[in-house]
């Protein structure tokens, strides 16, 4: 089956530690996403890649990264820079389309970091 | 800059039909999607509107109006299952990117 993964579901973090959060698919899509998203609050764009060794930040980079080594694979890493990391995440992929037609985002079940 | 108001959270009877609005300030999109997210999930694609008009799929219905900076989206025969937030986002043609809304929680009542 198609999908896109993401490890683990729940992750526990103590200050000032670094964590990386998985996000794999097997849609073949060019184009992979990062998200944050607070309790009763919409999406944020952390970074993005359209291609693979390629990626942007989005609105909220400051204190996270990313790596795009696989067009498969494109991992997030929660640096200690983060000032407030406690959030779910979620990472989403597509296959852009031109000229108008629908750019469906695919995501993955999301993983619920808590820092202690 | 770019930004999407939604109500944050609207309410409905089983059985009823309800609308959720969208107004935009943005420039340049090619489109107006719309996703569904329940408690604890991921959201999952409903609907897009590449151009003015009523697009409809099964028991859910959305419409865009560019000259009016607005879309929404149309659930009819509310089922409980349809409890859920539901963001409207917009793809930008400058860079292909999603701009979301913040989300509107629907509460339906038996």
């Known amino acids: 089956d198609g999908g896109i993964t993401q490890s683990p579901k729940y992750l526990f973090r103590k200050e000032g530690q670094n964590v990386t959060l998985s996000c794999e698919q097997n849609?073949?899509?060019?184009?992979m996403y990062w998200y944050r998203q607070d309790p009763g609050q919409g999406l944020r764009l952390i970074y993005y890649s359209q291609i693979v060794n390629d990626f942007q930040k989005g609105d909220i980079a400051e204190g996270y990264s990313v790596s795009r080594e696989k067009k498969e694979s494109f991992p997030l890493t929660v640096t200690s820079a983060q000032k407030n990391p406690t959030a779910f995440y979620l990472c989403?992929?597509?296959?852009?389309?031109?000229?108008?037609?629908?750019?469906?985002?695919?995501f993955g079940p999301g993983t619920r970091l808590t820092v202690l | 800059g770019q930004s999407l108001e939604q109500p944050s959270e609207v309410t409905a009877v089983e059985g009823a039909i309800v609308q959720i609005n969208c107004t935009y300030q943005?420039?340049?999109?090619?489109?107006l999607s719309w996703y569904q997210q329940h408690d604890g999930g991921a959201p999952t694609f409903l609907s897009y509107n590449a151009l003015d008009g009523l697009e409809e799929t099964g028991r859910f219905s959305s419409f865009l109006s560019r000259s009016d900076s607005y879309g929404y989206l149309l659930l009819q025969e509310l089922q409980m299952k349809d409890s859920a937030s539901y963001f409207c986002a917009v793809v930008l043609n400058s860079n292909y990117q999603l701009i979301w809304g913040a989300g509107t929680k629907l509460i339906i009542k038996p």
């Open positions: 943005t420039s340049g999109f090619y489109g």
């Open positions: 849609l073949n899509h060019d184009a």
């Open positions: 989403a992929s597509s296959s852009p389309q031109r000229r108008g037609g629908t750019d469906t985002q695919y």
